[in-house]
């Protein structure tokens, strides 16, 4: 055979192998009549989904989160928000308020045990309690307007009927979104204010020892606050901080979040805010009904001068001093210990 | 009872967008919003898909459920109307939605969703106001349905891959084209929807 001939028949044979060889693999890509089959190197849908949590492709539009096709996820956050947010949140309100009420019941209102003294000292500037209150209201105007949200439909509505009830519900939105930052605000303000007076000290271990100045016939020691006070400070912190984070994104949808981290967020503030309300509650109680001489302190910043023996000698004691000091400048005889 | 429902044949859709285009004329829908949208799977790989999308009008309709004012209701026929005079604009049916049909326009500060559209089925409102009205077709868009039509997206589908109609007259469709050719990559979106799904093993 001549060189070139050769070179076209090696090649022929060549060709048939491969042909031979790649047999079965063509046959796997035609479908019954013949004709190929598209489907046959992909997965159907129900195995894409068992394998992604959501079905993504590519859109024409600007609407970037329209490219998400399929989520069933949000089968499981209508869940989450009817039935386990339903059911846990009226749990732990609910029984919040009873526990609470069954603490006035048991242990009734807690008395100065020595009496009024009539003398005052400051213990609230004007500054201070204008920092409470702002975020005190705020929270009040946000957690009401929130819980309208999820309980309103069940509570508000057959009450006042549904073309009130979304004139309601529309403003109830509005005021809970521009609330919001009144209470930021006012939370960063508590933040700064106390955060030196709320660092824990061994003398919180001797109050919660002493019983926490709930058992009469022991004396707790604290300084200007004492262990609860100071766990009310932190858990609001922490509780603050995750649900204005979380409401922020919520009040930028889809700034940079997709489906599911705006579906998360929303969890994070509905369940947060659940707790920190229930929290409030206990803080509200102990400030009003619960304490007799609680309430002045934020109210017009002065407290009884035996209620500061009572539940905060050690503050007391370092205010006298400091008074002491400042009336009689030169170094004399200072209140003891 | 018809129950209606939509079926998309994600095997003949070529993303021509032609059910869009026919959506937002047909109902005069704003611009920034997207009743029906197609998206396409694995573009430019084997095994690309392209799927129409709008509302499915589920059974229990996962928006319908989370709604805060109660605004979204399913019909007798199957479809998920909602009342634009009670909506206060919150954006939860979107997070609840599988298939992201509700569209908000933008109006107000931050992200202050407006009143919520969506595909209706081309049934118009179900409200207060008269089926075929303009007031309606102000709100809601076209009212075919009233006059015994199906939506113009699925009648104006070039290939014919979205169908429209009784959920188990467009099954039966369905599954015939796919005994026919030999394929069929499954009814789209009908599990989550419907919690039931047409057999295409072939």
Partial sequence: ?337 | MARMKFLCDADRCIDCNACVTACKNENEVPWGINRRRVVTINDGKPGERSVSMACMHCTDAPCAAVCPVTCIYPTEDGIVLHSKDLCIGCGYCFYACPFGAPQYPQVGNFGSRGKMDKCTYCAGGGGAEAPGSAEEFEKYGSNRFGDGKLPLCAEMCSTKSLLAGDGEIIAQIYKERVMKRGYGSGAWGWMTAYREDVDVKV
Avoid: C
């Fill in chain 1, 1 to 337: 055979m001549r060189f070139p001939a050769a070179i076209r028949f090696a090649t022929f044979v060549l060709m048939l192998v491969g042909i031979v060889l790649s047999a079965p693999a063509i046959a796997q890509k035609l479908g019954p009549d013949g004709a190929p089959n598209p489907t046959a190197s992909v997965i159907d849908q129900q195995t894409l989904l068992k394998q992604v949590p959501r079905v993504e492709g590519r859109i024409d539009i600007p609407d970037t989160k329209a490219a998400v096709l399929i989520q069933p996820a949000g089968r499981t956050w209508d869940y989450f928000h009817e039935v386990l947010l339903h059911w846990g949140g009226a749990a732990v309100i609910l029984g919040m308020i009873v526990i609470l009420g069954a603490a006035l019941l048991v242990m009734g209102r807690l008395r100065i045990t020595a009496g009024r003294s009539g003398q005052k000292i400051l213990r609230f500037k004007a500054f201070e309690r204008f920092s409470h209150w702002l975020t005190a209201v705020s929270f009040v105007v946000l957690g009401l307007t929130g819980l309208n949200i999820t309980f309103g439909k069940i509570l508000l509505l057959p009450l006042i009927g549904p073309d009130a009830f979304s004139s309601v519900s529309e403003a109830a939105k509005y005021v809970h979104n521009f609330t919001s930052f009144a209470f930021v605000a006012g939370l960063i303000l508590i933040a700064v204010i106390f955060f030196r007076d709320n660092l824990f000290e061994k003398v919180d271990a001797d109050w919660l020892k002493q019983g926490g100045g709930f058992i009469k016939s022991r004396h707790a020691p604290a300084g200007r606050f004492n262990l609860g006070e100071k766990l009310v400070y932190w858990l609001s912190l922490a509780a603050g901080v995750a649900i204005s984070v979380s409401g922020f994104l919520l009040l930028f949808p889809f700034f940079g979040t997709d489906i599911a981290d705006m579906q998360l967020a929303q969890v994070i503030h509905a369940v947060v805010a659940v707790l920190f309300i229930a929290l409030i509650l206990g803080h509200i109680y102990i400030g009003t009904l619960g304490m007799e001489g609680a309430f002045e302190a934020m109210g017009t910043g002065e407290v009884d001068l035996n209620w500061a023996k009572e539940h905060h000698d050690r503050w007391l004691t370092q205010q006298l001093a400091g008074e002491d000091r400042q009336a009689h400048p030169h170094p004399s005889a200072t209140a003891a210990e």
